[in-house]
T-cell receptor
Framework: SQKIEQNSEALNIQEGKTATLTCNYTNYSPAYLQWYRQDPGRGPVFLLLIRENEKEKRKERLKVTFDTTLKQSLFHITASQPADSATYLCAPRNSGNTPLVFGKGTRLSVIA | SQTIHQWPATLVQPVGSPLSLECTVEGTSNPNLYWYRQAAGRGLQLLFYSVGIGQISSEVPQNLSASRPQDRQFILSSKKLLLSDSGFYLC???????????FGNGTRLTVT
C-alpha cells in the first residue's frame, strides 16, 4: 500500500539555523510533490510544489528537493524564525485526477 | 479571486444525533472538492472527494456520507454520530488540473 513518512513528529531548532524536514514515500510514482504549512486550529496552506523532473525549487527562505530515485523530498527553511513554528505536511501525488493524501506532518518549533 | 466557506466553526453534538457540515466555493467552476478529518494528534485523513456534481468517492468506510448537490457545494452528513467522529473537519478545493489544494478554516466537532 502507499505510504508517506515524515521524519520525527517534532523538531526543535534554534532561531537562525536551517531546519530540514524529510518526506519519504513508498508505492508512489509521483508526478509532483507538495508541501503545506498548518498552524494550530487552521487548515493547511500551500507552500511549494516540485515536479518529478525538477531537482530543486526555491521560494524566499524555503527550498525543496525531490529525489525520485531515493523516493524522498527534503524541505529546508533557512535563517529560521519563531514565526516559522508550525506543522509541515508533504503530499506526493501520482499523475491523473487522484486525490491528495498527506503525511502525518512534522511539528517544527523554532526557539528564540 | 476564489474563496472557500465552511461552517460552522465549532459544533458540539450528542452521540446519536445527526450531522450536516456545509462547504461552498466561490469564484471558480468545476472544482475538485474534498473532505478531510484530523483527529487529535493525528494526520489528515481523506474522507471523500468529488470531481463533479453527484460524483462522490469514499476513501474510508464509516457512518459518514457526502453529497454535492451543486457544482460549488459539498456537504458532509451523518445520520447518527459516534464518539469517534469527533475531530477537526476540513473542506478543500482544487482546480481540475490538480493544482494545490485550498482549505477552509475547518469545523471543530466534539461528540459528547
Amino acid at each position: 500500500s502507499q505510504k508517506i513518512e515524515q521524519n520525527s513528529e517534532a523538531l526543535n531548532i534554534q532561531e537562525g539555523k536551517t531546519a530540514t524536514l524529510t518526506c519519504n514515500y513508498t508505492n508512489y510514482s509521483p508526478a509532483y510533490l507538495q508541501w503545506y504549512r498548518q498552524d494550530p486550529g487552521r487548515g493547511p496552506v500551500f507552500l511549494l510544489l516540485i515536479r518529478e523532473n525538477e531537482k530543486e525549487k526555491r521560494k524566499e527562505r524555503l527550498k525543496v528537493t525531490f529525489d525520485t530515485t531515493l523516493k524522498q523530498s527534503l524541505f529546508h527553511i533557512t535563517a529560521s524564525q519563531p514565526a516559522d513554528s508550525a506543522t509541515y505536511l508533504c503530499a506526493p501525488r501520482n499523475s491523473g485526477n487522484t486525490p491528495l493524501v498527506f503525511g502525518k506532518g512534522t511539528r517544527l518549533s523554532v526557539i528564540a | 479571486s476564489q474563496t472557500i466557506h465552511q461552517w460552522p466553526a465549532t459544533l458540539v453534538q450528542p452521540v446519536g444525533s445527526p450531522l450536516s457540515l456545509e462547504c461552498t466555493v466561490e469564484g471558480t467552476s468545476n472544482p475538485n472538492l474534498y473532505w478531510y478529518r484530523q483527529a487529535a494528534g493525528r494526520g489528515l485523513q481523506l474522507l471523500f472527494y468529488s470531481v463533479g456534481i453527484g460524483q462522490i468517492s469514499s476513501e474510508v468506510p464509516q457512518n459518514l456520507s457526502a453529497s454535492r448537490p451543486q457544482d460549488r457545494q459539498f456537504i458532509l452528513s451523518s445520520k447518527k454520530l459516534l464518539l469517534s467522529d469527533s475531530g477537526f473537519y476540513l473542506c478543500a478545493w482544487s482546480p481540475r488540473d490538480n493544482s494545490p489544494l485550498h482549505f477552509g478554516n475547518g469545523t471543530r466537532l466534539t461528540v459528547t
